[in-house]
C-alpha cells in the first residue's frame, strides 16, 4: 500500500467517526493510534496525520489540552476534518473510480464499524467474521472464476515469474490464492482474515506490479467480488 492510499484510508477512518459522533469529531492524535485500520503501521500516523494537515484534509484544533505527569508537561495535539477533507471523501464515494480497491472496501467497512462505535461497541475483528459463500450465485460464480483465471494466466507468465528471485516463490504465492479458493469451495465460506491477509493482498501486489498484463481485468473481478463479499460480513 503506498503512502498516499494510506492517507486516503485514514482520512476514510476519519470521515466516519466524524459523521457518527464519534469524540465529536475531534480526536486526539493518541486516540488516533489506537482506532487506525490494521494495515496502516502505527510509527507512520505522525507522518499521515502530517501530509493531510499540509493538504488542508485535516486541520489541528488551537484548543489542545495540556497537563502534568510525572512532573512533566505533557501536550496532547487534537486532529479533525476540514470541510475539504469532508468533500474530499464524498467525492470518492459519488464516483464511480475509487482509484484503489481498498478505499472502496474501507469506506464500506468503516461505515458499520463507525456506526458501532457511536453506539459503545465494536465490529469484531477480521480474523472472527465469516462470510458465507452460496455457490449456486452467479455472482459467486463469477468471482471465484476471475481469481481462478489469474492464477491460470499467472502460472503461463513470464512476467509475472519474473517478479521473484527465486521461481519456488512465484508458485508459492499461487498457491495460497489456490489454497483459499479451494477451501470457499469446499466449505462455503471464508473468514475475513483470509479474504483480506490471502486473497486481496496477492491481487492487489498483482495489480500494482503488473497494471497492463493478460489477466487485468480478471484481478479487477476479482478485488471488487472480494470487496463485496466483505461488505456484508
Known sequence: MTFSTMQDRLLVRLYHLTLNGVESGRFRGEYIEHIIPDEIPENLVKKLLESLVDDELVKRTANSEA???????????????TTRGLKYVDRLNDGDDWGQWDLKESYESDLIWANSMAHGGEVAPASDRFVSIDHNDPENVQGISAIEDVVSKAKESNQFKELFADPEDADFVLSEVENTVELIKDKGRASVDALKRVLIS???WIKEK???WAGSASVGQALQWIVELISKS
Not at 67 to 81: Q, R
Open 67 to 81: 497537563w502534568t505527569m510525572d512532573g512533566h508537561s505533557v501536550t496532547a495535539e487534537f486532529y479533525e476534518l
Open 202 to 204: 496477492r491481487l492487489e
Open 210 to 212: 503488473m497494471p497492463d
